[in-house]
């Protein structure tokens, strides 16, 4: 007990100590009996509680749906609209939270006898959280109901303008809450500042927050006699979905979040949902997955789609009933995946040669072997809006000739600069316009481009 792991002090020569509850620590008999037992004491599980964190199960952990605040509004309205058969749209961010979210809405009430449709903004033309004139357009398609998952806590405008529209708005989020709230029929977050029972469980994911809206929409159709005539959906089965966006939301894994992922984890395996399926087989998993291969593996090719302009990519994927346009979405996240990791690992590369050669020169011209031509315009772009200069990015391969590509700020010509580079003789071929420009070059005259 005196040591961690076997290791009696830091680099510093501070001490190691496992990390106790007062009441163990002036117990001198207590001794934890594995390291599962002392990590869970160390992260402030309470000694009662400990069975039901080692092997934690959704009965142990799951709340009364009804203890958050606007829960019950939420769900008697998405029961009405299931009666109906109203046209339902679910909005949702362009992460792999939005998408898991999204996906689990769409499923279960596919399952209850509507098809729903969705729609994730565009992460570079529309930016985060609804618009507006996205809610109004949807409304104006038909929509009457429109759930928000993992965006809407903050939409003040957006929200009303859906209000003035005349469309019913349901919010589902778990980001932080000011004291004021925009205008909702229903707001569930485990965040509000005036939640009181709730707020213990404001660890969530959105998509968590959604699972716990899943169970109040089936009791109260439960309570209706709706399924009177036809089988209950089995929401545990889209635990798979809650662990992937609770594990790649980097949400706290305690209390439900840790049944969430065990429990999903089991589900998960069973590969009962095509998207992850095709997901799974696109990352080359072939055993049961893993939380790491959540956040490591199937995360990042979901977030692939809306780093680079594909944002609906994932929920696509996850609520595709066609295993041949499952196995081509996924094939084409993995791909974006790697171009997602090419980049950064440029941009990265890149940022390190502007830092270690101290560069002030109104335009960056960087460039390197080994880069992939495919991505360097996107380079130069992340370029261009990290360091607010026109940057130019320069792929050479190993005859020595390089393959720019250019993105400028508004203000500065870059195409007419790259054809007088031309016309200077400095260029092999180049040409664009003013915020875009591509270029030949020859590696022995990329210096003279950087002073020209």
Request: negative net charge; charged residues 25%.
């Amino acid at each position: 007990m005196n040591t961690v792991l076997n290791i009696t002090h830091s680099i510093l020569g501070q001490p190691w100590r496992w990390r106790m509850l007062e009441t163990d620590a002036r117990d001198p008999g207590f001794a934890p009996d594995d390291l599962v037992t002392q990590l869970l004491l160390a992260r402030g599980c309470p000694r009662d509680a400990l069975a039901a964190h080692k092997a934690p199960s959704i009965r142990a952990f799951m709340p009364d749906p009804s203890i958050f605040r606007d829960m019950d509004r939420a769900a008697d309205r998405l029961a009405n609209a299931v009666q109906a058969g109203e046209q339902i749209a679910v909005f949702g961010d362009y992460d792999v939270d939005g998408a898991t979210s999204a996906a689990l809405m769409i499923l279960l009430l596919r399952d209850l006898g509507l098809e729903a449709r969705s729609y994730i903004p565009d992460r570079l033309m529309e930016g985060y959280g609804p618009s507006g004139p996205a809610l109004v357009r949807l409304k104006d398609e038909g929509a009457s109901l429109i759930i928000t998952v993992d965006c809407g806590a903050q939409a003040f405008e957006a929200l009303e303008m859906a209000r003035v529209a005349g469309v019913d708005v349901v919010v589902v989020d778990h980001h932080k809450c000011a004291s004021a709230l925009p205008h909702a029929l229903a707001l569930v977050n485990p965040n509000r500042l005036d939640e009181t029972e709730g707020a213990a469980h404001g660890h969530l994911a959105a998509v968590g927050v959604a699972f716990l809206l899943g169970a109040a929409l089936i009791r109260a159709l439960r309570t209706r006699g709706f399924f009177a005539d036809r089988p209950e959906p089995k929401l545990l089965d889209l635990l798979d979905l809650v662990a992937l966006g609770t594990v790649a939301d980097v949400a706290s894994l305690k209390g439900l979040n840790r049944a969430f992922v065990a429990q999903g984890l089991k589900v998960m395996a069973k590969r009962g949902n095509i998207g992850i399926d095709a997901l799974l087989t696109a990352s080359r998993l072939t055993r049961a997955p893993t939380s790491t291969d959540l956040g490591f593996a199937l995360g990042p090719r979901i977030n692939a789609g809306g780093r680079v302009g594909k944002s609906d990519l994932g929920v696509r994927l996850l609520t595709t009933r066609d295993p041949g346009e499952a196995e081509r979405i996924a094939t084409e996240l993995d791909r974006l995946n790697e171009e997602r990791r090419a980049i950064e690992g440029i941009v990265q590369e890149a940022a390190e040669m502007l830092a270690a050669h101290k560069s002030n020169r109104a335009v960056i011209v960087v460039a390197g072997h080994g880069w992939h031509p495919g991505v360097i315009g996107i380079v130069a772009g992340r370029l261009k809006e990290k360091f607010g200069r026109p940057a130019l990015v320069i792929a050479l391969d190993d005859a020595g000739i390089g393959k720019g590509s250019g993105r400028s700020i508004p203000g500065v010509d870059l195409g007419a600069a790259v054809l007088a580079a031309k016309e200077a003789d400095l260029l092999v071929a180049g040409g664009g316009h003013a915020m875009a420009a591509g270029l030949t070059i020859a590696e022995d005259r990329i210096e003279a481009l950087a002073t020209f």
